[in-house]
């Protein structure tokens, strides 16, 4: 980041003290002036560890109690893991987060590219400025809205379920939401219509970096559009990718909002997903302990499914 | 030039269709706000008498000006503290590189991709402890812990950047720790800072599962935790429940559409960072 223009002008001063000394960080300061500086990263770590870190250990500590959340906790041990990795519906929950992962982020990603590598420039103009505005509300508006006004678009009387009459297609009605077939992808596809967006306008904005002399030379080469996007394209947009993956797949495992709103995890438990039934179970259930071991699970699938994302797409830049 | 000429028009064809499916939903709603009370909307249909009054009865029904104000204390709770104390941390981090500083930040990215429902049950009994079940600062106080990892890394990235001849220059000058930081490093820091700023606001608005767990009463939770309460109560009601969450996604696109330049900048940057 450069200095704003008006600032102290650091050259003249700075090239002055660096001949003084190689290290100046070091040297000048004492060892008791930078143990002070603790003072400046209390506050944060104070916050972090009241109520993210205690509260984390409390949830593993939960995770090994039978526990109502009013009277006595019974030790559990792992039963309340060993029910999570046994029980059929909880085991149907954690595939259906799975499944949403397909439409958060694969759909959206591939989308993005396929429009992305259609369009190389439209960050510019105002055609360009309108597009991008729009194509962000989606990010903006709470995702509770973007559920109220899905489950709407979705019900039978539906915009949805309109077109489909209008084409003829009267067969295919139905509601899609309440629907034990349909539900799942339902809410996928506002998942998907959420993120769309933002995947897109990353993926324009990695594509307008990628140097045309590239492109130039996949040409002389005689390379056509589809050997192109796989031998430049798709190579250079790794890094974008990447975080295109990272944080939709985080939306997909950690969503509550949506669903809540538009099925509240029904029909059934057809779109229930991990953190609705940890909801769920913690404050309509009394099972505190069950509740926690899932919670520690989704939190590990996070991390089991972010950090190879993370590997994969951001080695070259150390 | 006739290649390119096509991909560009298949390209703004494609992009067209992006749009018009994102408005869709938007489109979709105001429809149905218009229609008359009582009524069963079909799709997307213009009224041939749209009942502008809906939005005056969503206002009362969903009691706006109680849910702006809650929303509005709720993100001057959160937002500032939160951003100076990140900053101060990021500071310490980035720029003082305090000893054990690297221990300090690997605890905090531990949080990063941490979802909200893993702690959240504990965080209600600590709030319970603590009497605060149904008052703001249930919301304020975990939301500024909860922003910490992401806040920090974002503005220990900025401070790590800055040339450290700068403070030398500085300290030179005889100005201390606590002038170097408010005179020098925050005018710097001020685009790192307004980006936080800006994703700590949309955040806090749209926060969900902290408000209903945490607060029972809607007119003392953020934005998005009031729109959900509306829904229970009107979800019947699909005429005024559409009039009334338009409604309440207005400041949300009011403040946007003023701002929409540095929310996208924000935005873009925050999921890389993120």
Same mark, same amino acid.
């Not at chain 1, 709470?142 to 949805?160: E, H």
């Not at chain 1, 909002?257 to 057809?270: A, F, L």
């Not at chain 2, 429809?31 to 249909?45: C, H, K, N, Y």
């Not at chain 2, 720029?95 to 500083?101: A, E, Q, S």
């Given at each position: 980041?450069?200095?704003?223009?008006?600032?102290?002008?650091?050259? =003249?001063?700075?090239?002055? *003290?660096?001949?003084?000394?190689?290290?100046?960080?070091?040297?000048?300061?004492?060892?008791?002036?930078?143990?002070?500086?603790?003072?400046?990263?209390?506050?944060?770590?104070?916050?972090?560890?009241?109520?993210?870190?205690?509260?984390? &250990?409390?949830?593993?500590?939960?995770?090994?109690?039978?526990?109502?959340?009013?009277?006595?906790?019974?030790?559990?041990?792992?039963?309340?893991?060993?029910?999570?990795?046994?029980?059929?519906?909880?085991?149907?929950?954690?595939?259906?987060?799975?499944?949403?992962?397909?439409?958060?982020?694969?759909?959206?990603?591939?989308?993005?590219? /396929?429009?992305?590598? /259609?369009?190389? =420039?439209?960050?510019?103009?105002?055609?360009?400025?309108?597009?991008?505005?729009?194509?962000?509300?989606?990010?903006?508006?709470?995702?509770?809205?973007?559920?109220? &006004?899905?489950?709407?678009?979705?019900?039978?009387?539906?915009?949805?379920?309109?077109?489909?009459?209008?084409?003829?297609?009267?067969?295919?009605?139905?509601?899609?939401?309440?629907?034990?077939?349909?539900?799942?992808?339902?809410?996928?596809?506002?998942?998907?219509?959420?993120?769309?967006?933002?995947?897109?306008?990353?993926?324009?904005?990695?594509?307008?970096?990628?140097?045309? &002399?590239?492109?130039?030379?996949?040409?002389?080469?005689? &390379?056509?559009?589809?050997?192109?996007?796989?031998?430049?394209?798709?190579? *250079?947009?790794?890094?974008?990718?990447?975080?295109?993956?990272?944080?939709?797949?985080?939306?997909?495992?950690? *969503?509550?909002?949506?669903?809540?709103?538009?099925?509240?995890?029904?029909?059934?438990?057809?779109?229930?997903?991990?953190?609705?039934?940890?909801?769920?179970?913690?404050?309509?259930?009394?099972?505190?302990?069950?509740?926690?071991?899932?919670?520690?699970?989704?939190? /590990?699938?996070?991390?089991?499914?972010?950090?190879?994302?993370? =590997?994969?797409?951001?080695?070259?830049?150390? | 030039?006739?290649?390119? $000429?096509?991909?560009?028009?298949?390209?703004?064809?494609?992009?067209?269709?992006?749009?018009?499916?994102?408005?869709?939903?938007?489109?979709?709603?105001?429809?149905?706000?218009?229609?008359?009370?009582?009524?069963?909307?079909?799709?997307?249909?213009?009224?041939?008498?749209?009942?502008?009054?809906?939005?005056?009865?969503?206002?009362?029904?969903?009691?706006?000006?109680?849910?702006?104000?809650?929303?509005?204390?709720?993100?001057?709770?959160?937002?500032?503290?939160?951003?100076?104390?990140?900053?101060?941390?990021?500071?310490?981090?980035?720029?003082?590189?305090?000893?054990?500083?690297?221990?300090?930040?690997?605890?905090?990215?531990?949080?990063?991709?941490?979802?909200?429902?893993?702690?959240?049950?504990?965080?209600?009994?600590?709030? $319970?402890?603590?009497?605060?079940?149904?008052?703001?600062?249930?919301?304020?106080?975990?939301?500024?812990?909860?922003?910490?990892?992401?806040?920090?890394?974002?503005?220990?990235?900025?401070?790590?950047?800055?040339?450290?001849?700068?403070?030398?220059?500085?300290? #030179?000058?005889?100005?201390?720790?606590?002038?170097?930081?408010?005179?020098?490093?925050?005018?710097?820091?001020?685009?790192?800072?307004?980006?936080?700023?800006?994703?700590?606001?949309?955040? #806090?608005?749209?926060?969900?599962?902290?408000?209903?767990?945490?607060?029972?009463?809607?007119?003392?939770?953020?934005?998005?935790?009031?729109?959900?309460?509306?829904?229970?109560?009107?979800? #019947?009601?699909?005429?005024?429940?559409?009039?009334?969450?338009?409604?309440?996604?207005?400041?949300?696109?009011?403040?946007?559409?003023?701002?929409?330049?540095?929310?996208?900048?924000?935005?873009?940057?925050?999921?890389?960072?993120?």
């Amino acid at each position: 980041m450069t200095p704003a223009p008006g600032s102290a002008p650091p050259g =003249r001063q700075a090239t002055r *003290s660096s001949t003084a000394s190689v290290r100046p960080h070091r040297n000048r300061w004492g060892r008791t002036a930078r143990w002070a500086g603790w003072w400046w990263v209390l506050p944060a770590l104070l916050m972090y560890a009241v109520f993210v870190l205690r509260p984390l &250990a409390l949830t593993f500590q939960y995770s090994l109690y039978h526990w109502n959340g009013i009277g006595v906790a019974r030790w559990a041990g792992l039963d309340n893991y060993l029910t999570v990795f046994t029980d059929r519906d909880l085991l149907k929950i954690i595939t259906n987060a799975f499944v949403l992962i397909v439409f958060f982020s694969f759909v959206p990603v591939a989308l993005g590219l /396929l429009v992305a590598s /259609l369009v190389r =420039r439209i960050t510019t103009g105002t055609f360009g400025t309108v597009v991008r505005t729009i194509l962000f509300l989606p990010q903006v508006i709470p995702l509770v809205a973007a559920g109220i &006004a899905w489950s709407w678009l979705l019900s039978s009387n539906g915009l949805v379920n309109q077109v489909l009459r209008a084409v003829g297609l009267d067969g295919l009605t139905r509601s899609w939401l309440g629907d034990f077939d349909t539900a799942l992808p339902s809410v996928g596809m506002i998942g998907a219509w959420v993120m769309l967006g933002l995947c897109t306008i990353l993926l324009v904005t990695g594509m307008s970096k990628i140097d045309p &002399a590239l492109y130039e030379a996949a040409r002389i080469d005689g &390379a056509g559009p589809v050997r192109e996007f796989f031998a430049v394209t798709l190579p *250079s947009l790794r890094q974008e990718i990447g975080v295109c993956l990272t944080v939709t797949v985080i939306a997909a495992l950690a *969503s509550f909002d949506i669903v809540y709103i538009s099925t509240s995890g029904g029909p059934g438990i057809q779109t229930t997903v991990p953190g609705l039934e940890i909801y769920r179970l913690a404050f309509s259930q009394r099972q505190v302990g069950l509740a926690s071991a899932l919670a520690v699970v989704l939190m /590990l699938l996070v991390l089991a499914c972010v950090l190879p994302i993370q =590997r994969l797409t951001r080695e070259d830049r150390g | 030039m006739n290649l390119s $000429r096509r991909e560009h028009l298949t390209g703004r064809v494609f992009l067209i269709a992006l749009v018009v499916v994102t408005l869709l939903p938007f489109v979709s709603m105001l429809s149905a706000a218009l229609q008359p009370r009582g009524t069963v909307p079909t799709g997307l249909t213009w009224p041939s008498d749209p009942q502008w009054g809906n939005f005056v009865d969503a206002f009362t029904a969903a009691n706006m000006a109680a849910l702006l104000r809650s929303s509005l204390l709720i993100i001057v709770g959160v937002v500032p503290i939160s951003v100076v104390i990140a900053t101060m941390a990021g500071f310490g981090l980035g720029h003082l590189r305090v000893p054990g500083g690297r221990i300090a930040f690997a605890l905090l990215l531990l949080g990063l991709t941490l979802p909200f429902e893993a702690v959240i049950t504990p965080i209600y009994y600590q709030m $319970r402890d603590f009497g605060l079940l149904n008052t703001r600062w249930a919301i304020i106080l975990p939301l500024v812990g909860l922003y910490m990892p992401f806040a920090v890394y974002w503005m220990r990235a900025h401070f790590v950047s800055v040339p450290p001849e700068l403070s030398e220059a500085a300290r #030179t000058d005889g100005s201390n720790t606590w002038q170097l930081f408010w005179r020098i490093q925050v005018p710097l820091a001020r685009p790192a800072i307004a980006s936080l700023t800006i994703l700590l606001f949309l955040w #806090t608005w749209n926060q969900f599962l902290l408000a209903i767990v945490l607060v029972d009463d809607a007119t003392k939770r953020t934005m998005a935790g009031a729109l959900g309460a509306f829904q229970g109560q009107w979800g #019947t009601d699909l005429v005024l429940l559409c009039a009334g969450s338009l409604l309440i996604l207005t400041p949300t696109l009011v403040v946007f559409l003023i701002f929409q330049r540095q929310f996208i900048k924000a935005l873009l940057q925050g999921s890389v960072k993120g």
